[in-house]
C-alpha cells in the first residue's frame, strides 16, 4: 500500500566473490555494495546473472570471498539472511510445493514459526492483494502459468522479506502475465533485485548491473547501461 511506512533497507555486499561449479569459473572478482531500492541484472546467457542472484540470498554460497546481508554472512547465517532476502525462481513450478494455493503460501509463514492467527492474517492479505482470493482451495498445479508466478511471489511476500530477488520472472509468461508481474513489481515496498531479458522493466530503476562472462561489465543507471549493453550486442 501506498501509505504503508517504508520498509528498513537491507544492504548486500560483495567482497571479492568468485563462484565455480567443480573446474568451473562463472563469477570472478565481484566486489560491490547493493543499497539502492531498485537493481537491475542483464547480461548474455551463461553470463553469471543467475549465480549472482542466488549468491544474494546464500542459494549458493561463494567458493571464494564473502557475501553479507546486513553485516549477516551466508555462509554461517543463512537462515537469517533468508528472512531478509526473499528469492522467487523463473519457474514457479520450482517454488510451489503445496496442494492448495491457500496452503502454499501458509507454507512459508508456517516454517518461520509465526503464530496461526497472524498466518491467517497474512495470506488472506496477500491472496487478496494478487486477485487469488477466489482459488484459496484450488490446486496450485491447474494454475495457468501467470497465476502460478503471482502464487510464487505471495508465497515470498507473504514473509514480509525486506528485499526480493528475481531470476527472470516473466521469461516464461505471454506478454500480459508479463505486464502484470511488471506491475506487481513495481507496486512492492520491498527492494528488488530483477534479472531479467526484458529490458523496458529496468526504464524506471536506480541501477543496473550488467554481466559478462561471469565479471562485471557495467554498472550504473539505466540511461548509462542499457543501451550500452543493447549496442554491445548489437
Ligand atoms: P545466466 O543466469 O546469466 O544464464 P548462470 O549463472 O545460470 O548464468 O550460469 C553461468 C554458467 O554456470 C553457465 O555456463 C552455466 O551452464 C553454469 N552453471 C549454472 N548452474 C550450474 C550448476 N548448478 N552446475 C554446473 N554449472 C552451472
Do not use: C
Not at 490446486?139 to 531470476?167: C, N, T, W, Y
Amino acid at each position: 500500500a501506498a501509505d504503508a511506512p517504508p520498509l528498513p533497507r537491507t544492504a548486500v555486499e560483495l567482497r571479492d566473490v568468485t563462484h565455480a561449479y567443480g573446474e568451473r569459473t562463472v563469477l570472478s572478482d565481484v566486489t560491490l555494495t547493493l543499497t539502492e531500492s531498485r537493481i537491475g541484472v542483464i547480461g548474455a546467457n551463461g553470463s553469471g546473472k543467475s549465480t549472482f542472484a542466488r549468491l544474494l540470498n546464500g542459494l549458493v554460497v561463494p567458493t571464494a570471498g564473502t557475501v553479507l546481508v546486513d553485516g549477516l554472512d551466508t555462509r554461517t547465517q543463512v537462515r537469517e539472511v533468508r528472512r531478509q532476502v526473499g528469492f522467487v525462481f523463473q519457474d514457479p513450478d520450482a517454488q510451489i510445493v503445496h496442494p492448495t494455493v491457500a496452503e502454499d503460501v501458509a507454507f512459508g509463514p508456517t516454517n518461520q514459526g509465526r503464530p496461526a492467527d497472524e498466518i491467517a492474517r497474512r495470506v488472506d492479505e496477500v491472496l487478496d492483494r494478487y486477485g487469488l482470493d477466489g482459488h484459496r482451495d484450488h490446486p496450485a498445479h491447474l494454475l495457468s502459468g501467470g497465476q502460478k508466478q503471482l502464487l510464487a511471489i505471495a508465497g515470498v511476500l507473504v514473509m514480509e522479506p525486506q528485499r526480493v530477488v528475481f531470476d527472470e520472472p516473466t521469461t516464461l509468461l505471454d506478454l500480459v502475465n508479463t505486464r502484470r508481474v511488471a506491475q506487481v513489481i513495481e507496486g512492492l515496498r520491498q527492494d528488488v533485485v530483477v534479472v531479467t531479458h526484458h529490458l523496458d522493466l529496468l526504464a524506471g530503476f536506480d541501477r543496473v548491473l550488467v554481466f559478462e562472462d561471469g565479471r562485471l561489465a557495467a554498472d550504473g543507471s539505466p540511461a548509462e547501461t542499457v543501451p550500452w549493453y543493447v549496442a554491445r550486442n548489437a
